[in-house]
């Protein structure tokens, strides 16, 4: 007798997809717009399906199994197909060459994933993506510079950035600004904290340091690094304290509670830049795809 051919449920693989990039089955549910025991009943459906353990949960989330994984990169695949499909479907095919600008804190263990997705689904669209400081992406969007869709990262100090970010601008995600260094890390006996940040073109790095400075924390710039991957490294390294975003903190950091105790911090917006006059429907398509994405 032929076995029974079985077939996955795709909005369960969406679940795991979502699972997945969320960190955690309550961070996921309002995304799914479900509740967190419904999420939990889908992932035991896909479970009970692979007749394997595909989540590991534990107090800071949830994380995959090996198994897990290997759906997950199915998943996305899957997803993009049925994507895909829908829209020739609908007669829509978009093809072209697309430039994204994206500034560096942006959710650098994700980012790649999320193009990928792009690639997939719109495997006629060819995408330009550079990796630039917010600050540039905001004054080159003004000016119609060389980019068709930017998403850059402001800092919610005091409402002032809400505030610009107010306007036309789409938000997409909140994250955290936090104090990080590596596990490795000994505050020096001088007591002087040392820095690695970015460069002082980077709005970040001036907003750390005009904070430090308001607050009378002695400090010194240990290492000044290129782009945010170098931060990485001199973090690893122990070279010193640094402040990041939530999705752009290493795994081998944790957040920095010693002496001196250094002050608190805002949140900070992702956002695309504002539609311009005369975008055409691929950006238009593509831009509303990736606010999707990148929420």
Request: charged share 25%; net charge positive.
């Amino acid at each position: 007798m032929d076995k029974i051919a079985r077939h996955f449920d795709l909005e369960l693989l969406n679940t795991l997809l979502v699972i997945a990039e969320s960190g955690s089955l309550s961070a996921a549910a309002p995304k799914l717009c479900r509740s967190q025991s419904a999420v939990s009943e889908q992932v035991r459906k896909l479970e009970e399906m692979c007749g394997l353990p595909l989540l590991v949960r534990g107090k800071t989330g949830a994380s995959l199994t090996p198994a897990g994984r290997r759906l997950v990169d199915h998943a996305r695949e899957l997803l993009a197909r049925s994507d895909a499909a829908y829209r020739d479907m609908q007669g829509v095919q978009l093809a072209g060459d697309l430039r994204l600008a994206i500034t560096d804190y942006f959710r650098p263990s994700a980012l790649p994933g999320i193009l990928r997705r792009v690639r997939d689904q719109f495997p006629r669209l060819h995408l330009h993506v550079s990796i630039r400081k917010s600050a540039l992406i905001e004054e080159e969007a003004a000016a119609l510079g060389d980019f068709d869709i930017g998403l850059s990262m402001a800092i919610l100090d005091k409402g002032r950035a809400r505030n610009r970010a107010a306007g036309a601008h789409t938000g997409l995600r909140r994250e955290r600004l936090i104090w990080v260094a590596d596990k490795s890390f000994a505050m020096p006996g001088d007591g002087v904290l040392p820095l690695v940040v970015l460069p002082d073109t980077c709005s970040l790095q001036r907003f750390i340091v005009a904070k430090l400075n308001a607050h009378r924390v002695h400090f010194k710039i240990a290492h000044s690094a290129s782009g945010v991957g170098g931060l990485h490294l001199a973090l690893a390294a122990g070279l010193g304290v640094t402040c990041l975003n939530t999705s752009s903190v290493p795994e081998s950091a944790v957040a920095f509670t010693g002496i001196p105790r250094l002050p608190p911090l805002p949140e900070v917006e992702f956002r695309l830049a504002p539609p311009r006059t005369g975008e055409t429907a691929v950006i238009s398509e593509v831009t509303d795809m990736l606010a999707e994405q990148f929420s």
